[in-house]
């Protein structure tokens, strides 16, 4: 069974940064695409950041330049470093893989972002 356990999420200024964690069991983490995807209340969830098997990278439009994905095969944990944050980055961020067209998701992380 795959599993997906988020981490560091919180409350923090406009301006400031957080780093966000996924780390993931029960699959073989390092020939897989990992995606992070946020919520924002009332809105749909939106792909924020994917990263390939490759290391390669790509971001949507409001968050380029500011967040930054990454991955380390060798402790199964993807990262979202997000920094400059603004009101409206304030979502619970997911993790998410795709792995035989079954998505998997994680239980989410609150990032609220002050003005």
């Known amino acids: 069974q795959v599993q997906l356990v988020e981490s560091g999420g919180g409350l923090v200024q406009a301006g400031g940064s957080l780093r966000l964690s996924c780390v993931v069991s029960?699959?073989?983490?390092?020939?897989?695409?990992m995606n992070w995807y946020r919520q924002a209340p009332g809105k749909q969830r939106e792909l924020v950041a994917v990263?390939?098997?490759?290391?390669?990278?790509n971001y949507a439009d409001s968050v380029k330049g500011r967040f930054t994905i990454s991955r380390d095969n060798a402790k199964r944990t993807v990262y979202l470093q997000m920094n400059s944050l603004k009101p409206e980055d304030t979502a619970v961020y997911y993790c998410n893989v795709q792995i035989w067209n079954v998505d998997y998701w994680g239980q989410g992380t609150q990032v609220t972002v002050s003005s």
């Open positions: 029960g699959s073989v983490f390092s020939i897989y695409a």
């Open positions: 990263i390939t098997r490759g290391g390669n990278t």
